[in-house]
């Protein structure tokens, strides 16, 4: 059986799990309404101001470092900067759309996601890596590896849809719990590695030699990652995430994608959203957008949202 016949398959057997018409009727009506959202959760907001989150400053020196680790490498890591003041509450958003049943990127109507990257430390880095005036690509999703031994979450990959191999874009991802080896952290294959040629232009290819996969394992890194801190990469990295050897709290995270100034963005990375001191949060209505896209686009990385498709679908044809 070809790779297509075993994609046809497997989308027949999650679309047999769709939720039925009236139950997203219903879902449909919550997801409009911003006051179903933050009846959630006691003290959250959908506003256009961004809240201040509480945010340790980096090491004096840091933001070099960043920006030579992904000019060298591909990627950096950049220290706890978000202190368990922030996490806490962005966690609690996550754990309440859990609850509610929606797919955690639904937290994304909440200004605290937002906040994340509208902090100094992510501005610096974003300044640093893609220089000013770079804005944010409206592809946001929350990352969860559940609890479970063997769950992972995404395969390797490099960033941008109709982006691919695109360049002065870098992506963001904050760990909400801690990251470790054995709940499944980031790996990644430096781009300075040897081996990251084996993957270099046409990297999709069928097939590889046995001596190439063996210098491609010699390459991964893993990336353990402290809760409130964050990895950056950028659009010509391989990344992946780990698989869990056991229990214990589900691995969680953010990620953002931003483009500098001087790129053209693909068709897919419209509406680019402003985000220096001063610009206001996307709007209500845009984030249940950008939402519903991610669900579209990224129920192929991440089986569990599939069900939510035709969810997605309508939030994106209807209007309030
Ligand atoms: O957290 C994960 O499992 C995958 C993150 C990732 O690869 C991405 O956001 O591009």
New binding site residues.
């Given amino acids: 059986m070809d790779q297509a016949a075993r994609r046809s398959i497997a989308e027949q057997m999650l679309a047999e799990r769709a939720i039925d018409a009236p139950a997203i009727a219903d879902r449909v009506n919550c997801c409009f309404s911003p006051d179903y959202w933050t009846s959630l959760v006691p003290g959250s907001s959908i506003a256009l101001a961004p809240p201040a989150l509480p945010e340790r400053p980096l090491p004096p020196g840091e933001m070099v470092a960043v920006a030579r680790g992904v000019e060298e490498h591909g990627y950096a890591a950049i220290p706890v900067f978000l202190p368990d003041a922030a996490l806490a509450p962005l966690n609690s958003l996550v754990d309440a759309v859990v609850a509610a049943q929606f797919p955690p990127v639904f937290a994304f109507v909440y200004d605290a996601l937002w906040s994340t990257v509208r902090t100094t430390t992510v501005r610096a880095v974003v300044d640093r890596t893609l220089g000013p005036a770079a804005r944010q690509v409206p592809h946001v999703?929350v990352?969860v590896?559940p609890s479970v031994a063997g769950a992972r979450?995404?395969a390797p990959?490099k960033?941008g849809g109709l982006a691919t191999r695109a360049t002065s874009r870098l992506?963001i991802?904050i760990a909400l719990t801690d990251a470790t080896i054995d709940n499944g952290c980031?790996y990644v294959l430096p781009r300075s590695h040897p081996s990251a040629r084996v993957l270099d232009g046409n990297w999709h290819a069928d097939t590889i030699g046995v001596a190439q996969a063996v210098e491609l394992l010699s390459g991964a890194r893993a990336l353990p990652a402290a809760a409130g801190s964050a990895l950056v990469w950028d659009f010509d990295l391989v990344?992946?995430?780990g698989a869990r050897t056991g229990g214990g709290v589900a691995r969680r995270?953010l990620?953002f994608e931003f483009i500098g100034a001087d790129a053209e963005p693909a068709a897919d990375e419209r509406p680019l959203i402003a985000c220096g001191p001063g610009d206001p949060l996307p709007s209500f209505e845009s984030r249940l957008r950008f939402i519903a896209a991610g669900i579209l686009q990224y129920s192929k990385h991440d089986a569990s949202v599939y069900k939510f498709r035709p969810l997605a679908e309508q939030l994106l044809t209807r209007t309030v």
């Fill in positions: 999703w990352h590896v979450g995404w990959h960033d992506s991802w980031m990344h992946w995430s995270s990620s």
